[in-house]
């Protein structure tokens, strides 16, 4: 069975950094592309980060440019999401994404950008 499972969300004051993590099993990793989605109480869920089977490419919404790096470890079959400087307006719940056939989400990991 496909499964998807984040962690490493938490309660982080302005300008600090978290870790996110997604493990993955129940299918050939390294296969396919990953993402990172997050939605924010009363908005759209919206993608954040992408990136390539193998880890070469990868893209960014244009609000977390060059403060979130998204990252694979095929051999753990892990997908990370790096980010630092955090601003209030990050605060989401933070979902990874498999498109394996079909749709697959995480249950996602909350992020609290607060003071």
């Known amino acids: 069975q496909v499964q998807l499972v984040e962690a490493g969300g938490g309660l982080v004051q302005p300008g600090g950094s978290l870790r996110l993590s997604c493990a993955a099993s129940?299918?050939?990793?390294?296969?396919?592309?990953m993402k990172w989605y997050r939605q924010a109480p009363g908005k759209e869920r919206e993608l954040v980060a992408s990136?390539?089977?193998?880890?070469?490419?990868?893209n960014y919404a244009d609000s977390v440019k060059g403060r979130f790096t998204i990252s694979r470890d095929n051999e753990k079959n892990t997908v990370y999401l790096q980010m630092n400087r955090l601003k209030p307006e990050d605060t989401a719940v933070y979902y990874c994404y498999a498109e394996v056939g079909y749709v697959y989400w995480g249950q996602g990991t909350q992020v609290t950008v607060s003071s």
């Open positions: 129940g299918f050939p990793f390294s296969t396919y592309p």
């Open positions: 990136i390539s089977r193998g880890g070469a490419w990868t």
